[in-house]
């Protein structure tokens, strides 16, 4: 089992930037990577970006990419989101993720209980 909390998240205005973090813990060394998505009110859960774990080797979706920063730390075990240039369609609840699979969007086992971002315009 891998247990996932986030923190971070918040109300923000159009243009800022808010870090979200995703701490682990359980059997972490069980997965190959962690991924953050987002569903916003209405919609359905959509892929946001991921990271190896190990080799940190990141991949974002296009609607992110540019402005979204995913990291992590080894040591720590812990994830991150760095949003800047915050929008008020990336208003949602962020989830992060793990999977000791290779495919980036899917195959996600666990899963953190989710953080509320929103963006005010």
């Known amino acids: 089992q891998v247990q996932l909390v986030e923190s971070g998240g918040g109300l923000v205005q159009a243009g800022g930037s808010l870090r979200l973090s995703c701490a682990t813990s359980?059997?972490?060394?069980?997965?190959?990577?962690m991924g953050w998505f987002r569903q916003a009110p209405g919609k359905e859960r959509e892929f946001v970006a991921t990271?190896?774990?190990?080799?940190?080797?990141?991949y974002y979706a296009d609607s992110v990419k540019g402005r979204f920063t995913i990291s992590r730390d080894n040591a720590k075990n812990t994830g991150y989101l760095q949003m800047n240039s915050l929008k008020p369609e990336d208003t949602a609840v962020y989830y992060c993720?793990?999977?000791?699979?290779?495919?980036?969007?899917?195959?996600?086992?666990?899963w953190g209980q989710g953080t509320q971002v929103t963006v005010s315009s």
């Open positions: 359980g059997r972490t060394f069980s997965y190959y990577r």
């Open positions: 990271i190896t774990w190990r080799s940190g080797s990141p």
């Open positions: 993720a793990a999977s000791s699979g290779i495919e980036a969007r899917n195959g996600y086992d666990y």
